[in-house]
């Protein structure tokens, strides 16, 4: 199997950042609408994905929200931490190059995403901007199609959304 996010080295969310042209704003919205295309790679999809978690992760303190969203609490982090270091342990891909995912780690990454009911403003927000870099009609297309690649690379893209992928791009260390 693939690694699940990648054995990343301390350069890792540089190297990502500068390989796929994630610097700015666009190129970042642009990539999303490859991921909802299915046009992108598996492992740059894993990697995006848990350098994000990392940037939320190791924001600043729980109650400090200026660089961190969404709203940091120890429930969300407790979370974010569990995926995080079942990713590292099991070394495992979420988006896998067959049909056959993952169903613990999906439910795990819905898990970190808003509440449809509780938290309704927010989830709404996020399918809104998948309807907007994916296009309403081929949202409802793609989901009827039942699809479990587009499906795990959808709730990819929400998790990326909800956790300011768009806005605040991926970690990087120097």
């Not at 709203?71 to 056959?100: G, Q, Y």
């Not at 809104?128 to 296009?135: F, K, V």
Request: with cysteine; proline share 3%.
């Amino acid at each position: 199997m693939m690694p699940r996010f990648g054995a990343l080295d301390s350069q890792g969310g540089l190297e990502i950042c500068e390989r796929l042209s994630l610097k700015e704003g666009f190129d970042r919205w642009r990539y999303v609408q490859k991921l909802l295309d299915l046009e992108t790679d598996i492992t740059n999809d894993n990697q995006i994905l848990y350098h994000v978690l990392s940037r939320y992760q190791r924001s600043p303190e729980i109650g400090d929200d200026s660089l961190a969203s969404p709203e940091r609490t120890r429930d969300r982090l407790a979370l974010v931490r569990s995926v995080l270091e079942k990713a590292d342990e099991e070394n495992e891909s979420i988006l896998a190059l067959t049909s056959d995912f993952d169903a613990e780690m999906l439910l795990e990454l819905d898990q970190l995403l808003p509440d449809p009911c509780e938290e309704e403003e927010a989830h709404q927000s996020i399918l809104d901007g998948i309807a907007e870099l994916h296009g309403r009609e081929s949202v409802k297309v793609d989901e009827k199609t039942g699809d479990p690649e587009w499906k795990a690379r959808f709730l990819v893209a929400k998790v990326l959304l909800f956790y300011d992928f768009l806005q605040k791009g991926i970690l990087i260390k120097k």
